[in-house]
Each structure stands twice: as C-alpha cells, then as structure tokens.
C-alpha cells in the first residue's frame, strides 16, 4: 500500500471531510497531499495549496518571534511583564464567588513573566476550558470574541503554580507589538513568514472564498458549515488567528528541526531553540485540557499515558512513542483539527490539517496518527 492510499483510507475511515499533510525532515518534503474536499457541501476539492484556519498553531510562531526580542534584549523572559503590557501589571487571582454571584479577587502572589505566558503556567485561562472563567465574564460582562476584554480576566492561581492552557500566547503577540512597535501581523511578516518563504500564512479578517470551510457534522448524517473565523477582531490572535497551508507551515517545522535557520535565513539561534525544546515548568503536568464548551472542544488530553512537559511554546513527550516520535520531541494542534510534532532527535517533523469542529475528533486523531507511523516506518 502507497503512502498516499495509506492516508487517505485513514482519512475516509475517519469520515473527515478533507484534510492535507506534510512531512518532512532537516532538507526536503519526504510527503505531502491533500484529501477529499475544502467544502464538503459545495463538494470543492482540497488541495495542498488550500487556505486553513491553522488556530492554536499560531502559537508556535508567536513563541518564536517573542524569543527574537528576548535575543535582542527588547523583552525579558523573567521581568514582570506588566512592564511592557500595563494590562497585566497587577494581577488579581480569583477565589471564588459571593452569594450575590460577583467575582472575589486577591492581589497575586508573585508578577506574570513572559516566561509563564510562553509556558501557560501565569494564571490565565481560555472560556471554553475554564468554567470559572465563563462564569466570571457571565458575572461581569460577556465579552465579545475576537477583543481584547475577551482575553482579559483574572488569574485562576497563582503565576508558575499549576499548568492551564490559556490565552497567555494572545499577550506574548501583544507583548511583541508593545515591544516592537509594529502589529504582530506586520512584525511575523517581516521577520519569519518572509524569510522562511511562508507566503500564504497571514492573519485574515475575511477568509479567501476558496479557503476551506470549518464543518460541523449533522445528527443525521452531512455537514453544516461553521461561522468561526478566528482571524478577524480588533487584535491579531497569536493564540490561534493565523490561517496558513501545510507546505508553509512545513517550512517552519524545518526551521525548528534546523536548529532556527532554513535556506540560509537565520530566525534565532541554536540556543534558543534548545532552550524553547527544554521542559520549562518543572514537575508540573502539561497537555490536559477540562471543557466549559463541549460543542467546541471536549476535555482533551494530548497524551494520557505520559507525564507531558512545556517548553517555550511546544508541549514536549518525556517517552517515545511506539513507532512514532522519539523522547523531547515539541508538539501542538488547532482547535479545528489540525496537529503537529517536530523530532529533533530523528530530524522529522509532519503537519496534518483539516477543518472540522470540535476539537480532538476521534477520527482526525487517528488519521494524524497513521500519519506520524508511516513517517516512522
């Protein structure tokens, strides 16, 4: 059986409506394609060049441009971070709730640093995780998506105590453009997209008419379309705004396997990508995500059989996987289905992309993993 049939029954069996995939290693392109349909109502065909809501895989691009102003010495890992975002200055912890349903609040223990942003370890939660967090902007004022009161909320615990998955990478790109002075759209595309020849990667407030739709399956069978386009709103999301192809985001997961250089272009240092690969957050378990919006994203536990750490912006595996990645390998995913590891060990690294909502479908996960095998076999 071809590589490219092993794919696409992986993807058939797993009922997904289209999907595309990359691997590659330090120098080429071992394997790309693209998979049944971008629209699966209009019945449009995917294609590998098919614009993708890439969501939380924005993360990681952001991660590194914050580690290019740590090189420069425009942003400190360890200095309070309210130094350069006011926002975030005097942190308040949430106890809990009056009988009268307000939010009671403490002065946090210690300040926020960019380093528990990166690591998701300062307090912050996500809405659709927490439902504290839904719960107190109930109790306040529902904000709208895509502004920034929607990011804006007290802590759930105290900075570098516990590991939640957050909006704590939204900061990072506003702490980029606070010490940048150019918008993170601007700032990503003059100093990794450009360089790293990732032309179709871009926060988009109004998404190509071919791009691919997010679906929804319907109780009795087919699709429905979702509305979410998280590119838009009143700031570029670097938790999850950036919508990009799996030949681009190829190019940066080469970048990482290279050490931070691709085709001669320099993004940051070998001691920064080792350092951005090394499990910051100590004891503390990464990788498990409660749901407050089960319609969105389920409780989710990216590897159930491992004691998973963080880096500076990568979950990383402290185990190899059976005919899979090795051990310190960086891994990551998109609420809408798409995934992602890099194995520094091996020098491989693969991308799977598709557009179906919730997060951790069954199928989509399985499809991923036939993937991650055949990179591996």
């Not at 998979?35 to 993360?59: F, H, N, V, Y």
């Not at 441009?65 to 975030?88: F, H, N, R, S, W």
């Not at 370890?121 to 107190?136: A, K, N, R």
């Amino acid at each position: 059986m071809t590589s490219d049939t092993i794919i696409a029954e992986a993807i058939s069996s797993a009922g997904l409506p289209g999907a595309t995939a990359m691997i590659v290693d330090r120098d080429s392109v071992r394997f790309s394609g693209a998979w049944g349909e971008a629209d699966a109502i209009a019945r449009t065909p995917m294609k590998l060049d098919t614009i993708c809501q890439i969501a939380s895989m924005t993360k990681a691009l952001v991660s590194i441009a914050a580690m290019q102003l740590v090189e420069q010495g425009k942003l400190t890992l360890d200095g309070p971070i309210g130094d350069v975002l006011p926002e975030l200055a005097n942190p308040q912890v949430l106890t809990g709730f009056g009988e009268d349903g307000k939010p009671q609040l403490r002065a946090a223990a210690r300040p926020i640093t960019l380093r528990h942003l990166l690591t998701h370890t300062s307090g912050l939660g996500y809405f659709f995780v927490h439902p504290e967090v839904l719960q107190y902007f109930a109790a306040t004022a529902m904000p709208a998506p895509g502004t920034k009161a929607s990011i804006t909320m007290p802590l759930m615990f105290d900075p570098g105590d516990k590991w939640e998955y957050s909006v704590g990478t939204d900061w990072v790109g506003l702490a980029v453009e606070a010490a940048s002075g150019m918008t993170l759209g601007d700032y990503l595309s003059q100093y990794i997209l450009g360089p790293l020849g990732m032309k179709d990667t871009a926060f988009r407030p109004q998404l190509p008419e071919d791009a691919a739709k997010v679906h929804t399956r319907q109780p009795g069978g087919g699709w429905a379309h979702s509305p979410m386009n998280l590119g838009g709103g009143e700031f570029n999301s670097g938790g999850g705004g950036l919508s990009s192809t799996a030949p681009d985001y190829g190019k940066f997961l080469q970048m990482i396997l290279r050490g931070g250089e691709l085709n001669g272009n320099r993004i940051v240092s070998e001691e920064t990508i080792a350092e951005m690969s090394r499990n910051q957050i100590g004891n503390l378990r990464a990788g498990y995500m409660g749901s407050a919006m089960p319609d969105l994203a389920p409780p989710f536990d990216a590897m159930p059989d491992q004691h998973t750490g963080w880096g500076l912006g990568f979950m990383i595996n402290p185990d190899p996987v059976a005919g899979g990645r090795s051990a310190g390998s960086l891994a990551w995913a998109g609420i809408f289905n798409s995934y992602y590891w890099i194995d520094p060990e091996a020098g491989i690294a693969g991308v799977f992309i598709s557009q179906l909502s919730p997060f951790g479908d069954a199928g989509a996960l399985e499809a991923f993993s036939a993937l991650e095998k055949m990179a591996y076999a």
